[in-house]
């Protein structure tokens, strides 16, 4: 069993900075990418930064600039700092991520997918 803790959510002015982290614990044999998705009142859940286990980055438009995505120096952490926060980043964040779960004794593994349960982020103007 892999789990996603996520922390650092709250409640900011515009322009303000918050940092979220996730950190990864269980049992798996590595961790593909992690990323941070985000899914505000009446809208889809959409990307907003990803990680790659070679430190590749992916981030959504709205955030390319302002937000920085990272990993922690045991590599079961992700970071995800927020600069010039807007309103419309309001949404509660999840961390998502991607584990290679050993499946037999031979040590074969599969993909295994888990999201953490989210944090939220108010930006008040």
């Known amino acids: 069993q892999v789990q996603l803790m996520e922390s650092g959510g709250g409640s900011v002015h515009t322009g303000g900075s918050l940092t979220l982290s996730c950190t990864a614990s269980?049992?798996?044999?590595?961790?593909?990418?992690m990323g941070w998705y985000r899914q505000a009142p009446g809208k889809e859940r959409e990307l907003v930064a990803l990680?790659?286990?070679?430190?590749?980055?992916r981030y959504a438009d709205s955030s390319k600039g302002r937000f920085t995505i990272s990993r922690g120096n045991t590599k079961n952490t992700a970071h995800l700092q927020m600069h010039s926060l807007k309103p419309e980043d309001t949404a509660i964040y999840y961390c998502?991520?991607?584990?290679?779960?050993?499946?037999?004794?031979?040590?074969?593994?599969?993909?295994?997918?888990?999201w953490g349960k989210g944090t939220l982020v108010t930006v008040s103007s």
């Open positions: 998502n991520a991607e584990f290679q779960i050993v499946v037999n004794v031979e040590g074969a593994t599969a993909r295994r997918n888990s």
């Open positions: 990680i790659t286990a070679d430190d590749d980055t």
């Open positions: 269980g049992s798996f044999k590595s961790i593909n990418f």
